[in-house]
Protein backbone atom coordinates (compact mmCIF):
# COMPACT_ATOMS: atom_id res chain seq x y z
CA UNK A 1 0.00 0.00 0.00
CA UNK A 2 0.96 3.53 -0.31
CA UNK A 3 -0.12 6.78 1.73
CA UNK A 4 -1.10 10.30 0.11
CA UNK A 5 -0.33 13.63 2.37
CA UNK A 6 -1.55 17.13 2.12
CA UNK A 7 1.67 19.09 3.49
CA UNK A 8 1.42 22.31 4.47
CA UNK A 9 2.36 24.91 1.48
CA UNK A 10 6.24 24.64 1.08
CA UNK A 11 6.14 21.16 2.35
CA UNK A 12 7.18 18.43 0.23
CA UNK A 13 6.40 14.82 1.94
CA UNK A 14 10.35 13.63 1.60
CA UNK A 15 10.94 10.34 3.36
CA UNK A 16 13.81 7.77 2.86
CA UNK A 17 15.17 4.73 4.05
CA UNK A 18 17.29 3.66 6.85
CA UNK A 19 19.57 0.41 7.63
CA UNK A 20 19.27 -2.46 9.68
CA UNK A 21 20.72 -1.57 13.18
CA UNK A 22 21.25 -4.61 14.23
CA UNK A 23 23.00 -6.45 11.12
CA UNK A 24 25.72 -2.91 10.19
CA UNK A 25 25.91 0.70 10.03
CA UNK A 26 22.77 2.15 9.10
CA UNK A 27 22.16 4.29 5.22
CA UNK A 28 22.54 7.76 6.08
CA UNK A 29 25.30 9.29 7.99
CA UNK A 30 24.70 8.37 11.85
CA UNK A 31 24.46 4.78 13.23
CA UNK A 32 23.45 3.58 16.85
CA UNK A 33 23.97 5.73 19.87
CA UNK A 34 23.24 5.93 23.44
CA UNK A 35 19.61 5.45 24.36
CA UNK A 36 17.60 8.22 25.40
CA UNK A 37 14.31 6.30 26.17
CA UNK A 38 12.67 3.21 26.53
CA UNK A 39 10.80 1.26 24.33
CA UNK A 40 7.33 2.49 24.02
CA UNK A 41 4.38 1.17 21.47
CA UNK A 42 3.23 3.32 18.46
CA UNK A 43 2.22 2.26 14.92
CA UNK A 44 4.05 2.57 11.25
CA UNK A 45 2.84 2.53 7.89
CA UNK A 46 4.53 2.90 4.29
CA UNK A 47 5.50 5.78 2.08
CA UNK A 48 6.09 5.17 -1.84
CA UNK A 49 8.22 7.45 -3.38
CA UNK A 50 7.46 7.62 -7.18
CA UNK A 51 8.95 10.76 -7.96
CA UNK A 52 12.86 11.39 -7.79
CA UNK A 53 11.81 15.27 -6.37
CA UNK A 54 10.52 12.98 -3.36
CA UNK A 55 14.11 13.05 -2.25
CA UNK A 56 13.90 17.48 -1.60
CA UNK A 57 12.28 19.08 0.89
CA UNK A 58 10.10 18.04 4.07
CA UNK A 59 8.53 19.97 7.03
CA UNK A 60 11.75 20.33 9.07
CA UNK A 61 13.59 22.62 6.17
CA UNK A 62 16.67 20.31 5.02
CA UNK A 63 16.17 20.53 1.67
CA UNK A 64 17.71 17.89 -0.38
CA UNK A 65 18.44 15.15 2.42
CA UNK A 66 21.78 14.17 0.79
CA UNK A 67 23.44 16.85 0.22
CA UNK A 68 22.48 17.81 4.47
CA UNK A 69 24.12 15.01 5.72
CA UNK A 70 20.72 13.14 6.52
CA UNK A 71 21.58 10.45 3.73
CA UNK A 72 18.57 7.89 3.16
CA UNK A 73 17.68 7.51 7.02
CA UNK A 74 15.06 9.78 7.64
CA UNK A 75 11.45 9.56 8.78
CA UNK A 76 8.17 11.73 9.01
CA UNK A 77 6.39 11.80 12.59
CA UNK A 78 2.91 12.35 13.47
CA UNK A 79 1.33 15.36 15.38
CA UNK A 80 1.74 14.03 18.52
CA UNK A 81 5.31 13.10 18.08
CA UNK A 82 6.21 16.01 16.19
CA UNK A 83 6.43 18.91 18.49
CA UNK A 84 6.15 21.52 16.28
CA UNK A 85 9.35 20.92 14.51
CA UNK A 86 11.64 21.31 17.39
CA UNK A 87 11.92 17.46 17.43
CA UNK A 88 13.52 17.60 13.68
CA UNK A 89 16.61 15.67 13.64
CA UNK A 90 16.35 13.34 16.62
CA UNK A 91 17.00 10.19 16.34
CA UNK A 92 14.71 6.84 17.05
CA UNK A 93 15.63 2.93 16.36
CA UNK A 94 12.30 1.32 15.49
CA UNK A 95 11.18 -2.34 15.33
CA UNK A 96 8.24 -4.47 14.54
CA UNK A 97 6.79 -6.16 17.45
CA UNK A 98 3.29 -8.60 17.92
CA UNK A 99 2.80 -9.96 14.71
CA UNK A 100 4.96 -13.07 13.61
CA UNK A 101 3.40 -13.42 10.49
CA UNK A 102 4.91 -10.16 9.31
CA UNK A 103 7.79 -8.79 11.31
CA UNK A 104 11.49 -9.49 10.45
CA UNK A 105 12.56 -11.17 13.71
CA UNK A 106 15.82 -9.94 15.03
CA UNK A 107 15.82 -6.34 12.90
CA UNK A 108 16.15 -2.94 13.89
CA UNK A 109 16.23 0.59 11.35
CA UNK A 110 17.59 4.06 13.29
CA UNK A 111 15.84 7.10 11.68
CA UNK A 112 16.19 11.09 12.13
CA UNK A 113 12.95 12.99 11.97
CA UNK A 114 12.95 15.50 8.90
CA UNK A 115 9.26 15.49 8.09
CA UNK A 116 5.94 15.72 9.42
CA UNK A 117 3.19 14.07 8.63
CA UNK A 118 -0.15 15.67 9.02
CA UNK A 119 -3.64 14.50 10.80
CA UNK A 120 -6.93 13.59 8.39
CA UNK A 121 -9.63 14.54 10.07
CA UNK A 122 -11.96 13.45 7.18
CA UNK A 123 -10.94 10.00 8.74
CA UNK A 124 -11.51 8.67 12.47
CA UNK A 125 -7.98 7.71 14.03
CA UNK A 126 -8.52 4.27 14.12
CA UNK A 127 -9.88 4.24 10.49
CA UNK A 128 -7.37 5.84 7.82
CA UNK A 129 -6.71 8.99 10.39
CA UNK A 130 -3.52 7.07 11.10
CA UNK A 131 -1.81 10.25 11.87
CA UNK A 132 -4.64 11.83 13.95
CA UNK A 133 -4.02 12.70 17.20
CA UNK A 134 -3.61 11.10 19.54
CA UNK A 135 -2.06 8.51 17.51
CA UNK A 136 2.16 7.82 17.93
CA UNK A 137 2.49 7.20 14.12
CA UNK A 138 5.91 6.43 12.15
CA UNK A 139 5.70 7.01 8.36
CA UNK A 140 8.56 5.09 6.37
CA UNK A 141 9.14 4.78 2.72
CA UNK A 142 8.28 1.27 1.80
CA UNK A 143 12.38 0.47 1.62
CA UNK A 144 12.48 1.21 4.97
CA UNK A 145 9.24 -0.61 6.36
CA UNK A 146 10.53 -3.96 4.38
CA UNK A 147 13.69 -3.93 6.78
CA UNK A 148 11.47 -4.41 9.53
CA UNK A 149 8.31 -6.41 8.16
CA UNK A 150 6.64 -7.84 4.81
CA UNK A 151 5.00 -4.99 2.79
CA UNK A 152 1.53 -6.67 3.12
CA UNK A 153 1.66 -5.72 7.22
CA UNK A 154 0.57 -2.13 6.30
CA UNK A 155 -0.18 -0.64 9.54
CA UNK A 156 2.02 -2.12 11.93
CA UNK A 157 2.51 -1.92 15.31
CA UNK A 158 5.83 -1.11 16.45
CA UNK A 159 8.26 -0.34 18.92
CA UNK A 160 10.69 2.88 19.16
CA UNK A 161 13.05 4.28 21.49
CA UNK A 162 14.94 7.47 21.27
CA UNK A 163 18.68 7.58 21.03
CA UNK A 164 21.38 9.74 20.47
CA UNK A 165 22.63 10.37 16.50
CA UNK A 166 25.88 9.99 15.87
CA UNK A 167 27.78 12.88 13.26
CA UNK A 168 30.96 12.80 11.10
CA UNK A 169 32.35 16.40 11.49
CA UNK A 170 30.72 19.62 12.91
CA UNK A 171 27.45 21.18 13.07
CA UNK A 172 26.54 22.67 9.48
CA UNK A 173 24.92 26.13 9.69
CA UNK A 174 23.71 27.27 5.70
CA UNK A 175 23.19 30.94 5.25
CA UNK A 176 20.62 32.65 3.19
CA UNK A 177 18.30 36.29 3.73
CA UNK A 178 19.32 39.66 2.27
CA UNK A 179 21.23 42.41 3.88
CA UNK A 180 19.19 42.85 6.90
CA UNK A 181 17.74 39.05 7.29
CA UNK A 182 19.92 36.75 8.06
CA UNK A 183 17.77 33.24 8.37
CA UNK A 184 20.48 30.15 8.91
CA UNK A 185 19.39 26.28 8.59
CA UNK A 186 21.23 24.20 11.19
CA UNK A 187 22.01 20.26 10.60
CA UNK A 188 24.32 17.71 11.19
CA UNK A 189 23.56 17.87 14.87
CA UNK A 190 25.36 14.66 16.56
CA UNK A 191 23.85 13.76 20.47
CA UNK A 192 20.20 14.80 21.00
CA UNK A 193 20.21 15.50 17.39
CA UNK A 194 17.22 18.65 17.73
CA UNK A 195 18.07 22.43 18.17
CA UNK A 196 16.12 24.53 20.92
CA UNK A 197 17.88 27.66 20.80
CA UNK A 198 20.16 29.61 18.02
CA UNK A 199 22.50 32.68 18.45
CA UNK A 200 24.36 34.34 16.08
CA UNK A 201 27.42 36.73 16.43
CA UNK A 202 28.85 39.02 14.58
CA UNK A 203 32.50 40.47 14.95
CA UNK A 204 30.69 43.83 15.77
CA UNK A 205 27.89 42.71 17.62
CA UNK A 206 27.27 40.86 20.73
CA UNK A 207 25.33 37.40 20.80
CA UNK A 208 21.65 37.80 19.05
CA UNK A 209 18.98 35.51 19.83
CA UNK A 210 17.24 33.34 16.77
CA UNK A 211 13.79 32.74 16.25
CA UNK A 212 12.89 29.62 14.78
CA UNK A 213 10.73 29.83 11.38
CA UNK A 214 9.97 26.81 10.43
CA UNK A 215 11.91 23.28 11.42
CA UNK A 216 15.48 23.97 12.04
CA UNK A 217 15.56 27.07 10.12
CA UNK A 218 16.09 29.97 12.28
CA UNK A 219 15.96 33.62 11.45
CA UNK A 220 17.15 37.11 12.76
CA UNK A 221 16.32 41.00 11.56
CA UNK A 222 20.35 41.66 11.18
CA UNK A 223 22.73 43.34 8.87
CA UNK A 224 26.11 41.27 9.69
CA UNK A 225 27.95 41.61 6.57
CA UNK A 226 31.40 41.88 6.00
CA UNK A 227 31.67 40.40 9.66
CA UNK A 228 33.36 36.75 10.32
CA UNK A 229 29.82 34.83 12.12
CA UNK A 230 29.75 32.80 14.79
CA UNK A 231 26.94 30.24 16.54
CA UNK A 232 25.79 29.14 19.77
CA UNK A 233 23.53 26.09 19.50
CA UNK A 234 21.72 24.49 21.94
CA UNK A 235 19.95 20.99 21.74
CA UNK A 236 17.25 20.00 23.47
CA UNK A 237 18.81 17.78 26.62
CA UNK A 238 20.58 21.38 27.55
CA UNK A 239 23.58 21.15 25.91
CA UNK A 240 25.11 24.44 24.12
CA UNK A 241 28.06 24.72 22.12
CA UNK A 242 29.87 27.53 20.91
CA UNK A 243 31.53 27.82 17.21
CA UNK A 244 33.51 30.78 16.91
CA UNK A 245 33.98 32.86 13.74
CA UNK A 246 32.75 29.46 11.89
CA UNK A 247 32.01 31.95 8.34
CA UNK A 248 34.80 33.92 7.33
CA UNK A 249 34.11 37.96 6.86
CA UNK A 250 33.55 37.68 3.21
CA UNK A 251 30.50 34.78 3.82
CA UNK A 252 28.41 34.99 1.08
CA UNK A 253 24.53 34.48 1.25
CA UNK A 254 23.50 30.69 0.10
CA UNK A 255 27.28 29.48 1.28
CA UNK A 256 27.30 26.57 3.93
CA UNK A 257 30.21 26.22 6.59
CA UNK A 258 30.27 23.74 9.31
CA UNK A 259 31.86 24.22 12.77
CA UNK A 260 34.97 22.64 14.64
CA UNK A 261 32.65 21.58 17.30
CA UNK A 262 30.34 18.91 17.95
CA UNK A 263 28.00 17.53 20.33
CA UNK A 264 29.27 14.68 22.19
CA UNK A 265 27.97 11.09 21.34
Known amino acids: MSLSFLLLPLLLFSLL ?28 TYYAASDPRDTV ?19 GLSESLFERGQICGACFELR ?8 IPGTSIIVAVTNFCPPNYGFPSDGGGHCNPPNKHFVLPIEAFEKIAIWK ?26 SIFISVLITNVAGAGDVTAVKIKGSRTGWLPMGRNWGQNWHVNADLRNQPLSF ?34
Not at 157 to 177: D, N
Open 57 to 75: GGACGYGDLVRAGYGMATV
Open 17 to 44: FGGVASHGAASGSFTTGTTLSDWSAARA
Open 153 to 178: AGNMPVQYRRIKCRKEGGIRFQVSGS
Open 232 to 265: EVTSSDGQTIASYNVAPKDWNFGQTFEGSKQFGT
Open 96 to 103: CVDDLRWC
